[in-house]
């Protein structure tokens, strides 16, 4: 009986282990089953698994089921999902997917995207969008997010990344709001286990070919308190006269550019001189200018290049009192050029630490990132002359011989990886120095150390660098990873690993990462230093948890189904076909694989979902933790069944199946609350204020009204609700524009409330 549970729940193995030339790993095939079902029943779905696990593929698998696909995905990537779609076709055909980038949705808003001819047109719809490195598009308010929400309306939507959540919470509630709109923000652990699918390298090991990671080794650099004393007491700068004070989150992005290097803090004192001069310079003419105005002014070398400022600028009233602020703020900085303008040691320091895990590591290919072009070009300067260096940032690539095509530096470095002939002797690549240009969607598995040359400001960034390493298809068993910690006072000044603490806590409670706990791995983090504080655990994590107990359970190739009255009293077929088993266990209650049918609907067969139903402490529930705690209670021996207690257990779940048919009927789990009472109120009363001879023809239109303002809606269309909410259309017109907004394929529960439920199999616990 178990393992028909777990069958029924788990139900994977309809899915093929191959698409065109690329063969499918038993976690591709269960995600592929899994994300079909969560896009059926929610209209979307986040594949989050760790880095390198394959998510690509998975992707394809998908959209070959749908005519229509869009992929967004960066400019840097698209290449590798021409690629992937190319190698995933079968056999004779070509995938019909479009693929558009996320730099050409920043240029343009939702509408202008539109209507751009190299975009889709209007009159064309897709049925499945597909967001790569989704993380991208967490802030509603980019022209990205708002352009994709547009671009979602009447699709499915598939998100694919490894690190959702970046700083808070709100940014998965952003993603996820693509197609689930205001209802992301109140969904229960049951939904998100349903529609997020998210697993770790170490809960697949002995089944998935990724290596190991080392636990970091820390390499602490020298300090200058005084450095960051400067910056901390650095003068505010005055705001342009469109922007906000920001005056101590200057002195703390200086302070985290100098804990990177030294010609990084350079370079960044640099255009905040640039910067403050311009200032000053439109201020003596009485001009106070805004953001987009000082673009018009070039600085390098102590020259400026003047912008015209009585021309481009608005006169400023208080001219005398903003030029002080700023004359100020600029005799800092150049005091602090002065003092640090040759300044070298730590950087030299840096390149040494470098040298040394080179030669630590002998021939093995090395990794090195680092957040600021300056860092990289600097260790390159002092690590080429040894010979085997190269340099890779947006300004281009880089050996020592001269300048090389981005991907002529990635063949030479990772040629297995890429599929691209082995490089000469005197060609190859052992160490890439690179900025996070190089932290996604990239593979470089024929390195087996990754370095991070400096702390990000957050940790899914550390956690991507390691993962273009850590991944499927390296030849390694282990890969090794290194961290020039910042010097300790910057680090104290940016309260970085709280920072970086905090973030991580976030993530790992919300959806979970792989990325070690940085408070107790870090250099700093000894006996008397601070304990960290247990995370919770996320929901997908605990997700995994239960499947892994029901793949305990679906060990048997057959079970039993003997008759009622027969000799085998412990498993029965009961006579509405419910195949039924009773076990002895510490508290009472039941696991159930049930479906709720939708008569009205069943020529979509995912519509009968199979879900587990649990009772654990008299309450019947979906709740993971219900779950968990319900299957681990239920590993008793075999009892007889008693019919009474099978006839309660019955009437629980109908209950239950009821309350579930009355919440989908009034929209309860659907989008904004509010919203839904208002529009139904007025669906009401268009109708009733219609005259009587119009109100049978109004009837199709309301139930079509009724059923977009009662369900899940995505974020575009819940939009076009809000600004329809207060419309004085007449209501006919209204009724039509509302009824209108009804996608081609619905994406709420369309449970049926006249429907039936049905009992696939059913496992009874009887106290001992």
């Not at 919203?675 to 239109?701: M, V, Y």
């Amino acid at each position: 009986m178990r393992s028909r549970i777990a069958r029924l729940i788990l139900g994977e193995a309809s899915s093929h282990a191959s698409i065109g030339s690329i063969s499918l790993q038993p976690h591709q095939i269960s995600a592929i089953a899994r994300l079909r079902a969560a896009l059926e029943q929610f209209g979307g779905a986040l594949l989050c698994d760790d880095v390198g696990m394959g998510k690509t593929y998975v992707a394809t698998a998908i959209a070959q089921e749908y005519a229509r696909c869009l992929i967004v995905a960066p400019a840097a990537l698209a290449s590798m999902w021409r690629d992937a779609l190319a190698a995933t076709a079968t056999a004779g055909t070509e995938s019909g997917a479009k693929i558009v980038t996320f730099e050409a949705l920043s240029r343009a808003d939702a509408d202008d995207f539109r209507k751009d001819q190299s975009a889709p047109s209007e009159r064309e719809r897709y049925d499945l969008l597909v967001i790569d490195e989704a993380h991208h598009a967490r802030t509603p308010s980019t022209n990205r997010h708002i352009a994709l929400a547009a671009l979602a309306r009447g699709a499915r939507v598939l998100l694919l990344s490894a690190t959702p959540i970046h700083n808070r919470r709100a940014d998965l509630v952003a993603l996820l709001s693509l197609f689930l709109g205001s209802r992301a923000r109140t969904m229960t652990s049951a939904e998100l286990a349903l529609c997020v699918v998210r697993r770790e390298h170490a809960q697949l090991e002995g089944t998935l070919s990724i290596p190991a990671v080392s636990p970091p080794v820390n390499h602490q650099i020298s300090d200058d308190q005084r450095v960051v004393e400067d910056l901390m007491n650095l003068p505010p700068p005055l705001p342009v006269r469109d922007g906000g004070l920001g005056g101590v989150l200057i002195g703390r992005a200086l302070v985290h550019q100098w804990a990177s290097s030294e010609a990084a803090f350079r370079e960044a004192v640099r255009r905040r001189l640039a910067r403050a001069t311009a200032l000053a310079s439109s201020l003596e003419s009485g001009q106070y200018p805004t953001a987009r105005e000082l673009e018009t002014w070039a600085y390098d070398d102590g020259a400026l290049q003047l912008g015209f400022p009585e021309l481009l600028s608005s006169p400023a009233v208080n001219h005398a009192e903003l030029l002080a602020a700023v004359r100020v703020h600029l005799d800092a900085l150049r005091r602090i050029r002065a003092r640090f303008s040759s300044a070298t040691s730590l950087d030299v320091e840096r390149a040494e630490i470098l040298a040394e895990i080179r030669k630590s590591h002998g021939s093995a290919k090395i990794v090195a990132f680092a957040q600021y072009s300056e860092t990289v070009s600097m260790l390159f300067r002092r690590l080429a002359p040894a010979g085997r260096v190269a340099t890779l940032t947006s300004h281009g690539a880089r050996v020592a011989g001269g300048a090389l095509t981005r991907r002529e530096a990635i063949g030479r470095f990772a040629p297995i990886a890429n599929h691209y002939p082995s490089p000469g002797r005197a060609e190859a690549v052992d160490l890439l120095l690179t900025t996070d240009l190089l932290s996604e969607g990239v593979n470089l598995q024929d390195a087996q150390v990754v370095v991070h040359l400096d702390i990000p400001w957050t940790l899914a960034r550390m956690e991507q660098r390691v993962g273009r390493v850590a991944r499927m298809g390296s030849p390694h068993t282990s890969v090794h990873v290194h961290v020039l910690r910042p010097p300790p006072s910057a680090a104290a000044a940016l309260s970085s690993e709280m920072i970086v603490q905090r973030k991580w806590a976030i993530a790992k409670g919300s959806i979970g990462t792989s990325a070690p706990n940085p408070l107790t791995e870090s250099a700093h983090a000894d006996s008397a230093g601070p304990i960290a504080t247990p995370t919770p655990e996320s929901t997908p994590a605990k997700s995994e948890r239960l499947r892994s107990v029901l793949q305990g359970w679906a060990v048997f190739d057959e079970w039993s189904e003997a008759p009622v009255g027969s000799q085998n009293p412990s498993e029965q077929i009961r006579s509405d076909d419910t195949i039924t088993a009773t076990v002895s266990a510490i508290r009472s209650g039941f696991v159930a694989a049930i479906s709720l049918n939708d008569r009205e609907r069943m020529s979509t067969p995912l519509l009968e979902r199979t879900q587990l139903l649990v009772e654990i402490a008299s309450a019947v529930s979906t709740d993971v933790d219900a779950q968990i705690e319900a299957c681990e209670t239920a590993s008793g021996g075999k009892i007889p069944t008693d019919s009474a207690e099978y006839e309660r257990v019955v009437r629980a779940i109908e209950s239950w199946c009821a309350r579930e048919r009355a919440s989908a009927a009034a929209g309860v789990g659907a989008s904004s609350t509010v919203r839904r009472k208002q529009i139904t109120h007025r669906i009401d009363s268009a109708i009733q204020s219609a005259p009587p001879h119009l109100r049978s023809a109004l009837s199709t239109t309301a139930a079509r009204a009724r059923r977009v303002a009662t369900t899940q809606q995505c974020e575009a269309i819940e939009q076009e609700l809000d600004s329809l909410l207060h419309s004085e259309l007449p209501a006919n017109e209204w009724l039509q524009a509302i009824a209108a907004l009804d996608p081609p394929h619905s994406t709420g529960d369309h449970t049926n409330p006249h429907g039936d439920f049905r009992i696939h199999a059913l496992l009874i616990m009887r106290a001992r």
